[in-house]
């Protein structure tokens, strides 16, 4: 279909300077022509005087030489294109023969033919827009750390009897302290694992029998019966498991159990493995590696402690300190603080406490 021309924009000038193909705006002032040919007549001194313009499909303008013309600054042009509508191109289609037969197997013919030469072009097509699809690799995900298999778990002993038999054995190995007495005596009455108090003195009572007591191997017994559990969701009763697995670490390989120790670091990282989303797990790695990295080891809480001269205040706050060097150190260290640098500050903290 034919499409009109833009807006017209016309410019000045002079029409000595006319010349074959200028669109010239007609006297009216409406119209416009273009000029096919000029010719350009003198005064009796060889000046040009008077302009003679032949316009395309007849007729002409007689244009004083110095006279100010407008002609348009592009001429425009008819374009032709093509519209959606437009039918396809007329094909010349011979007559059938005399008999009406139709030879069947040219027409399959000529019809597969077709078929292959457009599915060519519709494959070249696909071809360039696949080629044109650029699609980034996934980030890395962060390793799934795997929970402990049989074998891992034949390295924890079963417990000794009832885990209410096992508090008593306990106790019983220390019948002076009132802090160890204390706990057992509320754990006696039964222990309930869903219970977030009673996790708390589990933990509690395995740190006081290894910190304060110096007693590994009860320890180790008491924390097995919060180390067995497995992960709820439940972010409060974690945290007591969460200390006695990553004591017993600690504890294990002091010992030289190593292979144990590992077996409880897989259950301290276990969370870690839950997220099934690829992007939520890498964001709280990068998040729990911040956290490792700039740990909270109460260094103003312990020094205003110092200075009120408040010993039983400085004790307290350097129990949560070395409970957060036992974190530490039971995720193999961070990229602040090596395990060498642990081991020898979660000493110097035994040290301080036990004194």
Not at 20 to 26: I, P, R
Not at 111 to 133: C, L, P, R
Not at 165 to 171: D, F, G, K, L, W
Not at 323 to 338: K, N, P, V, W, Y
């Amino acid at each position: 279909m034919t499409h009109p021309p833009a807006a017209p924009n016309y410019i000045e000038q002079q029409a000595g300077s006319l010349q074959s193909g200028d669109h010239l705006l007609l006297p009216d002032g409406n119209r416009s022509a273009e000029i096919q040919r000029v010719d350009v007549e003198t005064d009796d001194f060889g000046t040009p005087a008077m302009v003679l313009a032949t316009l395309t499909g007849g007729g002409g303008l007689r244009i004083a030489a110095a006279s100010t013309v407008l002609i348009l600054e592009a001429a425009a042009e008819v374009v032709e294109t093509p519209s959606d509508d437009d039918g396809s191109p007329l094909q010349l289609v011979e007559p059938a023969p005399e008999d009406d037969s139709v030879d069947v197997d040219s027409v399959h013919a000529v019809a597969g033919a077709q078929d292959k030469s457009g599915a060519q072009d519709k494959g070249g097509e696909n071809d360039g827009d696949a080629a044109a699809v650029v699609v980034p690799p996934l980030p890395p995900a962060p390793p799934v750390v795997s929970g402990p298999s049989d074998e891992d778990l034949a390295l924890i002993p079963a417990p000794a009897g009832t885990p209410e038999a096992v508090v008593e054995a306990a106790a019983g190995a220390h019948p002076k302290s009132v802090g160890v007495l204390l706990l057992s005596e509320r754990l006696a009455k039964g222990i309930n694992t869903k219970s977030g108090s009673c996790l708390k003195d589990l933990s509690d009572l395995a740190q006081e029998l290894f910190i304060i007591l110096k007693d590994p191997e009860n320890a180790l017994a008491v924390a097995d019966l919060l180390n067995v559990l497995p992960f709820d969701g439940n972010r409060g009763r974690w945290s007591s498991v969460e200390a006695s697995l990553a004591l017993s670490s600690y504890i294990c390989r002091q010992l030289g159990q190593e292979e144990r120790a590992a077996v409880y670091e897989k259950f301290l990282r276990a969370p870690e493995a839950m997220e099934t989303d690829p992007f939520k797990a890498r964001i709280n790695a990068k998040v729990r590696q911040r956290s490792l990295n700039e740990p909270n080891l109460y260094d103003k809480e312990i020094f205003r402690s110092m200075d009120n001269s408040n010993p039983d205040a400085e004790r307290e706050w350097r129990l949560l300190r070395l409970e957060a060097l036992l974190f530490l150190r039971a995720h193999g260290g961070s990229e602040t603080i090596g395990a060498p640098e642990l081991d020898r500050r979660i000493g110097n903290e035994l040290e301080s406490v036990r004194s």
